[in-house]
């Protein structure tokens, strides 16, 4: 075979450490840009960064060879450096240890994306725990509700 096509959806939410609500909407102004340019950087395609003042979505399109552990380091490595150097009110940022990733078929890209985009709305509804809670449990997860959030 000559050449390689792929086409890679990832669906990535993580939170701020012990979910507090420090992505303020000035924060978020410049921080869902930011992502959006760490993805970029990382021959990604960004189509959805949104996010609530404890967590963020992001819904990116990736290259073959990118790992996802490998994007998921740098959107929260790089981010939280430039956190710390942009907001210095916010000497006690960080993002939680892990992150719920969730593989997109083309054909969910759609509403992915406009899940995505209307979190502010979305959450009116349902907390940030039983949202992600939630999308673990479609997808099969089995697991102990406090494990998730550790």
């Known amino acids: 075979?000559?050449?390689s096509w792929t086409q890679n959806f990832y669906h990535a939410v993580f939170s701020t450490k012990?979910?507090?609500p420090w992505i303020s909407s000035e924060v978020e102004q410049r921080l869902l840009p930011f992502l959006a340019g760490?993805?970029?950087d990382l021959n990604c395609t960004p189509i959805a960064i949104n996010g609530m003042p404890e967590h963020v979505h992001?819904?990116?399109r990736f290259p073959s060879d990118l790992a996802v552990a490998d994007l998921l380091r740098h959107l929260k490595a790089r981010s939280s450096k430039w956190i710390h150097q942009t907001?210095?009110?916010l000497p006690d940022f960080a993002w939680?240890?892990?992150y719920g990733g969730f593989t997109v078929s083309k054909t969910s890209v759609s509403d992915v994306e406009q899940y995505i985009r209307n979190q502010k709305e979305h959450h009116k509804?349902?907390?940030f725990e039983g949202e992600y809670l939630a999308m673990?449990?479609?997808?099969g997860w089995e697991g102990n509700p406090e494990d998730a959030f550790q």
């Open 1 to 3: 075979m000559g050449s």
């Open 18 to 20: 012990f979910r507090t």
């Open 38 to 40: 760490i993805a970029k």
């Open 58 to 60: 992001a819904l990116v």
């Open 87 to 89: 907001y210095p009110a």
């Open 96 to 98: 939680q240890e892990g």
């Open 125 to 127: 509804e349902i907390g």
């Open 136 to 139: 673990l449990r479609k997808t």
